[in-house]
């Protein structure tokens, strides 16, 4: 190299070491390998850069843009809609986002039917279930996170994820068969976009802008704006339940005679009998029919098991019980579960169960309301699949209905409140919303109200509001929304709740008739009385389905 060359080499060397680097070009967490893109909108990217920065965007190997970061560093583009029938590659400065489909995506939002997951409806559906392998059924979960400090600029994790027997039974079961039914009646890829919380209000999912109505709500957020305040609730709540668990513990009797009441060698003898489950008010759970009895309660049944039977693996099927539960089979703990809503299915290990006489016990807490056995659910010892239940097979089994030994443990008082700060106006708006609401979708699925249900006269103003707010965030003032009918739930004795669902289910009716673009399904036919989480989310999904489909 002769003395120019050297040089010049190194005037651009000490040029480039002072030229400031490049910035990645950053895209939101959705925007992302394997999405689905609404195949009738634009396709539509956005995302930070710095500020003025300038770089290509292109589909299949085809320049479509040149972009402009913004003073700020954002960035947004807008380019024709993506053709229908193939996977794309989407080229974004240096970023790369490979197998992009168009098709229909939907936005599944709500509460804990909505959430529900596919595990927990295959009682009833594991056949289809068992059958499906579409990955052009595609979900994107949104992470659970409340935002009290205004919107978040984008999700801290997730990604999209096709229908594999391996990611199915994550996936919302509504949402799940709804998406499988309307690609089965269009042909095209459908994305699901699930945002949803057990147990949160209406409220929770609107922005604060619309929330401007309701003083109420807005005062209620505004008392716990406070991080150090949340910080201490959350941790005198730890301490309350550690010292009610450990006084409740100490004091049980089951935990601490010299044998253990799960033992198989303790005798039952001085335990009194109950038919079990009972329907109604049962007089162990209550004094005199009234308060309920806190606290814990143990339970134990003999059953035979036949020699072909014995030795294998099993699940234990215990139905739902309120509150908590922990079980043993022959003294051997089999499982638990912390709250009252999850079916108990519950492995019992081959080696476990024996020729002739076996126990199941259960040790059964109660922190709110009855304790109880919940009727007309499974009971019983199943030794083929745990959903094996519904007729798809005749499955072998050992019934666990009918008289069990009961003894009481430590009687408490009621357990110590919590605090949920998911259920606050606007933070779910702001921390799952916000970040995805950008993203141009064909429709939105909302199966909420259970929560509002005290309250139900509101709830076709918020509603409304939810409405006018998600389709002022997505830019489409005609997005339509398809609002789940609550369904079927409380025993037709009941007096008072019972009477509120229907009300609420007329309130939802209101609404739906009153909002332009809104279509009310039908799903009160498909609840189940004893269950507020009811099987039947396939035949929902094809109504949702076929309501969307025939909007076209």
Same mark, same amino acid.
């Given at each position: ?87 794309? =590659? ?31 409806? =295959? ?430």
């Amino acid at each position: 190299m002769n003395r120019l060359s050297v040089a010049a080499a190194a005037a651009a060397i000490s040029l480039f070491s002072v030229m400031p680097a490049r910035a990645d070009v950053k895209l939101p967490r959705i925007i992302a390998d394997s999405m689905v893109v609404q195949y009738d909108r634009p396709l539509t990217l956005w995302g930070t850069a710095s500020p003025g920065e300038t770089f290509d965007i292109s589909v299949d190997g085809r320049r479509k843009a040149t972009v402009s970061a913004d003073a700020a560093g954002n960035w947004r583009a807008e380019l024709p809609k993506l053709p229908l029938g193939k996977t794309h =590659t989407i080229r974004v400065a240096d970023r790369e986002i490979r197998d992009v489909v168009a098709g229909d995506v939907l936005l599944c939002s709500g509460q804990s039917n909505m959430e529900l997951p596919v595990s927990r409806v =295959t009682d009833a559906w594991a056949d289809t279930i068992e059958a499906c392998h579409n990955t052009d059924v595609r979900e994107f979960s949104v992470p659970k996170v409340e935002a009290f400090d205004g919107p978040v600029a984008d999700l801290s994790g997730g990604s999209w994820r096709g229908a594999t027997q391996a990611n199915i039974p994550a996936f919302s079961a509504t949402a799940f068969f709804t998406a499988r039914a309307l690609n089965r009646a269009t042909g095209r890829p459908v994305g699901i976009i699930h945002a949803s919380w057990g147990g949160t209000p209406v409220e929770s999912w609107i922005s604060e802008e619309y929330l401007a109505p309701y003083p109420l709500e807005r005062n209620k957020l505004a008392l716990y704006r406070d991080s150090a305040y949340r910080a201490r609730i959350k941790q005198l709540e730890g301490e309350n339940y550690h010292r009610w668990n450990t006084v409740m513990d100490a004091a049980d009797p089951g935990l601490n005679d010299s044998l253990p009441y799960y033992s198989p060698e303790i005798s039952t003898y001085q335990w009194s009998t109950r038919a079990l489950p009972d329907q109604f008010m049962l007089d162990w759970a209550t004094d005199g029919g009234l308060n309920p009895i806190h606290g814990s309660h143990w339970f134990r049944r003999d059953f035979n098991v036949r020699p072909d039977q014995a030795g294998r693996d099993a699940w234990l099927r215990l139905g739902c019980l309120v509150d908590a539960d922990s079980a043993w089979v022959n003294g051997v703990f089999v499982g638990n579960t912390t709250y009252q809503y999850p079916p108990r299915i519950y492995r019992i290990p081959a080696g476990v169960l024996r020729p002739g006489v076996n126990t199941v016990t259960v040790r059964l807490i109660s922190q709110h309301g009855v304790p109880h056995f919940v009727p007309e659910k499974p009971y019983k010892i199943v030794f083929d699949k745990p959903h094996a239940l519904y007729g798809r097979t005749e499955p072998d089994e050992i019934s666990l209905d009918g008289t069990w030994h009961y003894a009481p443990g430590a009687r408490m008082p009621e357990g110590p409140d919590m605090m949920f700060y998911c259920y606050l106006p606007e933070v779910l708006y702001d921390g799952m919303i916000a970040p995805v609401i950008s993203y141009p979708v064909g429709g939105v699925v909302w199966y909420q109200g259970e929560s509002n249900v005290s309250e139900y006269n509101r709830y076709p103003a918020k509603l409304a509001s939810l409405v006018s707010c998600w389709r002022a965030a997505n830019g489409s003032p005609q997005l339509p929304f398809y609002v789940v009918e609550l369904a079927d739930f409380i025993h037709h004795s009941d007096t008072v709740e019972r009477p509120a669902w229907a009300a609420m289910r007329r309130m939802q009716a209101a609404a739906a008739q009153q909002l332009e673009g809104v279509t009310l399904i039908p799903n009160e036919d498909l609840g189940e009385w004893n269950d507020i989480h009811p099987l039947s989310k396939l035949p929902l999904g094809a109504r949702i389905a076929a309501a969307i489909a025939g909007a076209e």
